[in-house]
C-alpha cells in the first residue's frame, strides 16, 4: 500500500494522496496567506513567524508538507502584494518574517527566493538613489573599522571566482597544446575557483572572508566594475592585481551597490 504524500498514513492501493489531505492543505495555506496579509504590518515580525511556525505544528501533515502549505502562502504574497509601490516599512517587515522563519530554499518554487526578496528593499533604494539600510547585524563583523567608517551591507552568501592558471608542468601534452593554439585558447586552460564568501560593504572598504579568504579591498584601490551574469568582475589598479569576480543571487544588487558607493567615494576623495 502506498501511503499518502502529506500525512504519511497509507492511501490505499495506486494511490499517493488523500484527497481530503489534498483539500486541508490547501486550506491550510490560504490561512497562512490570509494571517500573513492581516498581520504582517500589525504585528511584530518575531510574533508573526513565531506564531507561523506554532501553527506548522497544529496538523497532521509531515514535517516538509506542512512547511509547502506555509512556503505557498509566502509566494503568493510576494505574487499578489509586493510592487514597486509597496512602502519601505513593508519591505523591511517582509524581509525580517523570511530571514525569521529560516525555510529552506529549495522548497520554494523560484530559485533563490529567499535571498531575492529579502533584496527588495536595497534595490528600491538604490533605484531612488539612497543608500539601503544595513540589513544585518554586526555582531559577527569582528574587525575594527577605520575613522569615518560605517559598515553598509552584507552579503553572506556570495561566491568568489577566482581564475588560476594552470601550472605548465602538469604535463606536456597540455604544454604543446597551449603552443599550437597560442592565446586565443588562453582561458581553456585556466582554472576557475570558485569559493563561498561573506561580504561585507563599508564606505570605505570591502570585505571578504571565507573559506581561507580573509582579505580586504579598500574603495580607492578598484580601477573599474563592470556587470556580469549575477554579479560584478573587479578590476584593481594594484599592479598585476587580476580581476575577481563576485556573485551573488542578488548579483544586480550587488553590482548597483559598488557602483553607486565607488561613485559616492569618488566624488568625496579631494
Known amino acids: 500500500m502506498a501511503r499518502c504524500v502529506l500525512c504519511g498514513r497509507s492511501a490505499g492501493l495506486f494511490y499517493r494522496l488523500h484527497k481530503a489531505c489534498y483539500a486541508k ?4 495555506s490560504e490561512q497562512f496567506y490570509a494571517s500573513i496579509s492581516e498581520q504582517i504590518e500589525q504585528q511584530s515580525t518575531a510574533d508573526l513567524a ?4 506554532q501553527s506548522l505544528l497544529q496538523h497532521n501533515f509531515l514535517v516538509e508538507p506542512a512547511k509547502r502549505a506555509l512556503v505557498r502562502a509566502l509566494e503568493k504574497f510576494a505574487e499578489d502584494q509586493l510592487n514597486n509601490q509597496s512602502t519601505d516599512a513593508l519591505l523591511q517587515r517582509w524581509s525580517d518574517l523570511l530571514l525569521r522563519l529560516a525555510l529552506p530554499e529549495n522548497l520554494f518554487l523560484s530559485a533563490n ?3 531575492r526578496q529579502t533584496a527588495l528593499l ?30 553598509l551591507y552584507c552579503f553572506p552568501k556570495a561566491s568568489l571566482l577566482k581564475t588560476q592558471e594552470q601550472r605548465a608542468q602538469w604535463s606536456l601534452a597540455r604544454q604543446l597544446f597551449r603552443g599550437l593554439l597560442g592565446n586565443r585558447t588562453h582561458s581553456a586552460v585556466q582554472e576557475k575557483q570558485e569559493i563561498v564568501i561573506t561580504l561585507w560593504l563599508s564606505n570605505q572598504c570591502l570585505y571578504f572572508r571565507g573559506e581561507g579568504q580573509h582579505f580586504e579591498l579598500k574603495l580607492e584601490q578598484i580601477f573599474s566594475l563592470t556587470p556580469q551574469p549575477n554579479g560584478v568582475m573587479i578590476q584593481s589598479k594594484l599592479a598585476e592585481a ?29
Open 122 to 151: 536595497g534595490l528600491k533604494s538604490l533605484k531612488q538613489a539612497q543608500m539601503p539600510a544595513l540589513n544585518m547585524s554586526t555582531d559577527s563583523f569582528t574587525e575594527t573599522l577605520a575613522e569615518d567608517e560605517e559598515l
Open 50 to 53: 513565531a506564531a507561523l511556525q
Open 25 to 28: 492543505h490547501q486550506s491550510l
Open 113 to 115: 527566493f529567499v535571498s
Open 242 to 270: 587580476k580581476p575577481l569576480i563576485l556573485q551573488d543571487a542578488n548579483g544586480h544588487l550587488l553590482y548597483s551597490f559598488l557602483k553607486q558607493i565607488k561613485e559616492r567615494k569618488d566624488v568625496s576623495s579631494p
